[in-house]
């Protein structure tokens, strides 16, 4: 998985938006974060999930996903190594960071 197809699938999410955050290109629902690249280097993204999706995803694909160190991951921030992603369980993490972010309104849409 490379930067490109992160941030590709990242925003045709609907109503998404890339700005940046402490350095690092970040994807928005509204004013809300809910995904990053380049943390804690370029090899990783970041999503932000739930504790039990976050528990669920590490224990199911440990070479790709990891809690970000810290209280940040104690709260559900969850490493992507890009290396080791592929295309469909990447969109299915990044959905579910959007859907803990995204207004009512733009979760019908998906």
Same mark, same amino acid.
């Given at each position: ?5 992160? @941030? &590709? %699938? ?21 004013? &809300?974060v ?13 999503v ?17 996903? @990891? ?31 959007? @859907? ?8 019908? %849409?998906?």
């Amino acid at each position: 998985m490379s930067t490109v197809r992160f @941030r &590709r %699938a990242a925003l045709a999410l609907p109503g998404v938006i890339e700005g940046a955050h402490h350095g690092h290109a970040d994807f928005r629902v509204g004013k &809300r974060v809910f995904a990053s690249l380049g943390y804690p280097d370029d090899a990783w993204g970041m999503v932000k999930l739930t504790p039990e999706q976050q528990t669920l995803l590490v224990e199911t694909e440990p070479e790709m996903f @990891r809690p970000v160190p810290g209280a940040w991951g104690r709260n559900g921030s969850t490493n992507v190594r890009l290396a080791k992603a592929d295309q469909v369980t990447l969109k299915s993490a990044l959905t579910m960071a959007w @859907r803990n972010v995204a207004r009512k309104s733009l979760l019908a %849409a998906v």
